[in-house]
């Protein structure tokens, strides 16, 4: 909901911006690569790579992981 809105209020309703300010970080990149070329193979791949970097980061606050160092405990399990 966060990136069709291009908000963060809607994660910020439950996460506090003071506790995770990477969250900004992380959705400025997103919304930076949101309206690629659909005909650009590596636009599309940068923009699912962020869009997934983020879910995943935000996912892990709400279960109550430290964020990034989890996030990149749980990419180098696959």
Do not use: T, W
Not at 48 to 66: M, N, P, Q, R, T
């Amino acid at each position: 909901i966060a990136i069709e809105q291009n908000s963060l209020d809607p994660v910020y309703a439950h996460l506090s911006e003071k506790q995770n300010p990477k969250i900004k970080d992380y959705f400025a990149d997103v919304l930076s690569k949101k309206n690629y070329d659909v005909n650009d193979v590596k636009e599309g791949r940068e923009y699912v790579a962020s869009y997934v970097h983020f879910i995943h980061y935000v996912e892990g606050l709400f279960k109550g992981e430290d964020g990034l160092e989890q996030h990149h405990q749980e990419i180098h399990k696959h």
